[in-house]
């Protein structure tokens, strides 16, 4: 008898392979295009968290800002920084050495809820900060605190020296504040970076160096023309507030975000 053998022809076998081939071209393509997707999303996700990070971020700590401590600073040509005092904590002055009177080492303020823990020594004090000299330069509207006594709902501040204030509050408002902070945009990198503990410093300071913590990425801005800095400020007046415009542009797989934010500084010396 004449056995016959059974299985698949050169034909058969190539035209699988082809057919193979074909079906694993498309859905590869499928799967890169769908990886790509994800990518892009994933990026375009982070660079608009980011944003909304840093914005939120500044907003928050602007409106501590004490009045007339803003303050801009530009290279004219590539970074750009914003500089400001935030506000610990704001109470209403009880006794206070001002010009004309015997120069003294102690105040009393009123004590609340709010500001018993946080008034510290160490802080600089102000009354009645009108210009950025009288906030960054030696002047007599602040004072730098020594010791705090608490006793029932009056707080005696002792003082590093003895002074004597020049003007007198309106509102005999009194401010407790940190050292300066600055934002700065970093236009070789594209980075927002977030500088503080510097210090005091009569002119101010273009902090574009590895010091700063990164905030965020991705921001073009052209800082040369002005008209697209990132940051600008209004000071107040009579009739209104300081107001910062913030304005960062960012981009993201070439493509381009730029917000229009204001904020509005609302303390008043």
């Known amino acids: 008898m004449i056995r016959q053998s059974k299985g698949f022809t050169l034909v058969e076998l190539v035209t699988v392979i082809l057919i193979l081939g074909i079906v694993s071209v498309g859905i590869g393509s499928f799967v890169v295009m769908g990886t790509r997707i994800f990518v892009d999303s994933s990026l375009t996700d982070q ?25 801009l600073t530009t290279n004219g ?10 506000i610990v904590v704001s109470s209403s002055y ?3 050495p001002f010009f004309g009177d015997t120069a003294l080492n102690t105040g009393k303020v009123f004590r609340d809820t709010s500001n018993t823990t946080a008034i510290q020594t160490g802080q600089r004090v102000y009354v009645f900060p009108s210009s950025e000299a009288d ?3 030696t ?9 705090v006594d608490v006793e029932n709902d009056v707080i005696t501040l002792g003082f ?20 300066p902070v600055s934002y700065c945009i970093n236009s070789i990198k594209n980075e927002l970076q977030r500088y503080s503990g510097y210090g005091y410093r009569t002119s101010q300071p273009l902090l574009i160096d590895d010091s700063g913590s990164i905030v ?4 073009v801005n052209g800082v040369s023309n002005p008209d697209d800095r990132p940051f600008h400020y209004e000071p107040s007046t009579l009739q209104s507030n300081a107001i910062v415009q913030l304005n960062p542009r ?12 204001q904020v509005q500084v609302i303390n008043v010396p």
């Open 47 to 71: 660079v608009l968290s980011e944003s909304r990070y840093a914005l939120q971020r500044m907003t928050r700590e602007l409106r501590t800002a004490m009045p007339n401590s803003i303050r």
């Open 160 to 179: 590093t020296s003895s002074v004597s204030f020049l003007e007198k509050s309106p509102s005999k408002r009194v401010y407790f504040v940190e050292q």
């Open 135 to 137: 906030v960054y330069e």
């Open 139 to 147: 002047s007599s509207h602040f004072a730098v605190l020594d010791n």
């Open 94 to 96: 009880l006794e206070w």
């Open 77 to 86: 040509s590539s970074d750009q920084c914003i500089e400001f005092v935030p």
């Open 250 to 261: 960012f981009t993201i797989n070439g493509q381009t975000i730029q917000y229009q934010h």
């Open 216 to 219: 965020a990425k991705n921001i």
